[in-house]
């Protein structure tokens, strides 16, 4: 049935990617609004996310084609490759950060909205803990399980 293709892995990373990026929009409009460089360095850093899953998800689709005309290996690496581009993303973030809070450091602003910044801090908050809490199962070996000992019955 074509709807079981939207549970499991790849039902949680679509879902998640439709929670982040409203919460990027989010997070960016209230930053700029409320002239806070956290929050607008916390948006960023979900559409780190955003961009971190929506690869994972092509790279999971990618993985599983077998066989291709110009690759007839299929494409095992792309989840590889996937991780590879984000970090990339993620390192020219820092560095963006890194400078625009030098220059608030020099400069300092006041922030507008305080309140406003701050809801919208304490959603991403939950936001996040629901992202890990869905997806915590990926995150963790399991043990393998013991077998039972006949021996141990009697």
């Known amino acids: ?9 790849t039902g949680r990373l679509v879902f998640m990617c439709v929670v982040c990026f409203f919460l990027f929009v989010a ?6 609004i409320g002239n806070s460089l956290s929050l607008s360095s916390d948006g960023f850093a979900v559409l780190s996310h955003l961009i971190s899953m929506l690869i994972g998800l092509l790279g999971v689709r990618l993985s599983h084609v077998q066989w291709h005309k110009r690759n007839t290996f ?8 996937g991780a590879f581009g984000n970090s990339i ?5 820092m560095f963006s950060i890194l400078v625009e809070a030098i220059k608030r450091f020099i400069g300092p602003e006041k922030t507008e909205n305080a ?11 939950g936001i ?17 399980q013991k077998a039972e000992d006949p021996e141990k019955g009697k």
Request: glycine fraction near 8%; charged fraction near 10%; aromatic fraction near 16%.
């Open 115 to 125: 309140l406003w910044v701050l809801v919208v801090g304490v959603v991403g908050l």
């Open 128 to 144: 996040n803990i629901v992202n890990y809490l869905i997806f915590l199962d990926c995150c963790f070996s399991k043990p393998p």
């Open 27 to 32: 997070e960016m409009a209230v930053g700029y």
């Open 1 to 9: 049935m074509a709807i079981s293709r939207y549970f499991g892995r």
């Open 74 to 81: 299929g494409f095992l690496r792309a989840e590889a490759l």
């Open 89 to 93: 993303f993620a390192a020219a973030l």
